[in-house]
Structure formats: C-alpha cells, structure tokens
C-alpha cells in the first residue's frame, strides 16, 4: 500500500518566520495531496491541497508545492503566528493515507 | 464547508461490551465513509472504507468481526466495537465523501472511547 513519510516530527519558529513541512509518498499513481491541521482534542481541519496537474498552490500564507517526479510535496507556512501552532498531517492517495504528523509550536 | 457529525463524543464503557458510534454528513450524501483511529501523539490510522449499501473494506490488521462497520444509507455510517478491551481505547474519528475520488473529505469531531 501507499506509504507516506513527513518530516521533521517537530517544528519550532519564531512568530514571524517561515515554517515548511515535507512529505514524501510511495505510489507514483497518487493524485491528490491535501495537508490538514489538527488542534489538540479536535478533528483534523484541511487546510490546502493539491492535484497532480499543478506544481505548486497558494492561499494566503499557505502554499503547497508538488514535485511528481521525485514524489514529494511540501508545506510552506509564512509570517507564522502564535495560532499557526497545531499538529499538521500530509496525507496521499483517494483513501487518504496519512504521513506521522509535523508539531509545530511558533514562538511569540 | 460540509458538515460532519460523530455521536458520542466520548464514551466510557466496561470491558467486554459493546459500544457503537454513529457518523452522519448533516448537508450532503456521502458515498464513502472512511473511519480512523487515532493514537495519542500519533497519526490517524485508516481502518475502514465504506460505500453506501456494501460492505467496508478493511484495511490490514484490522479485524472486522470486532469493528462492524455498516453503512446504511447515504448519510449515516455507524463503527461497533465489539466486546471491547482496554487496548482499544482511543480517538475513532469518521470522515465523509461526496464525489469521485480526489474530492474534499470532512472530518467528524471524533469519538474518545475509555474501555475500563
């Protein structure tokens, strides 16, 4: 089955920086990658995803960006701020196989 | 954003019985209902697919006479755990489809279940 790896397990940033998280996934017939952010105790929330025909998508201080060929994609978080901190997961594939999940803790 | 519910929020129950959980899509028909489990500090771990009128689909390692899964009608999907155990405590949380694959699944709240 599809396989999906994140990393780093643990992000801390200063309020104000960048914050980029980045899975990699196995199946190369993977067409739909969306990132959800999960607050303690809660359902996970999709914040931005992303299909296999565009490179790269943006939505505020969120981006995704895809590289099909070496079968990755990454989270790009800007101007990160005290609320930005949650649990964030990739995940892959129709039945959404999710990767381990990224702390976040910014800093004010 | 579509809305997806999970009742009971949380459920305390003795070892050995039963405990079922309901997951309805409030504002659309969802064709398939996926349930999870989740961990403490640990990823959502896929246990089932289900489609309206058939049987789910477990994933591996996943015993499917102790989680019954049945998806009735196009908005309700219903997780029994049966004769639960302490280990089976945890985060079961639901989440619901409209469309073709690739489409936005929405999450339920969660259920946190305590087997004592």
């Known amino acids: 089955g599809e396989n999906v790896e994140q990393h780093p397990s643990t992000l801390s940033v200063q309020e104000g920086d960048s914050a980029v998280i980045k899975c990699t996934y196995s199946d190369s017939a993977s067409n739909y990658f969306p990132w959800y952010k999960q607050e303690l105790g809660k359902r996970p929330q999709l914040i931005i995803d992303?299909?296999?025909?565009?490179g790269e998508k943006k939505d505020q201080r969120i981006a995704v960006t895809l590289n099909k060929t070496a079968k990755h994609f990454s989270l790009h978080i800007t101007e990160t701020q005290p609320e930005d901190s949650a649990v964030y997961f990739c995940a892959s594939r129709r039945a959404l196989t999710f990767g381990s999940g990224t702390r976040l803790q910014v800093q004010p | 954003g579509a809305v997806v519910s999970q009742h009971p929020s949380r459920v305390i129950c003795k070892s050995g019985t039963s405990v079922k959980i309901e997951c309805r899509s409030l504002d659309f028909q969802a064709t398939t209902m996926f349930w999870y489990r989740q961990f403490p500090k640990q990823s959502l771990m896929l246990m089932a697919t289900s489609n309206e009128g058939s049987k789910a689909t477990y994933e591996q390692g996943v015993e499917k006479d102790k989680f019954l899964i049945n998806h009735a009608s196009l908005t309700l999907s219903t997780l029994t755990v049966t004769s639960a155990h302490p280990e089976d405590s945890s985060f079961y949380i639901c989440?619901?489809?409209?469309?073709?694959?690739?489409?936005?699944?929405?999450f339920g709240p969660g259920t946190r279940l305590l087997v004592l």
């Open positions: 989440s619901a489809r409209a469309g073709t694959p690739g489409e936005t699944q929405y």
């Open positions: 992303i299909r296999s025909n565009v």
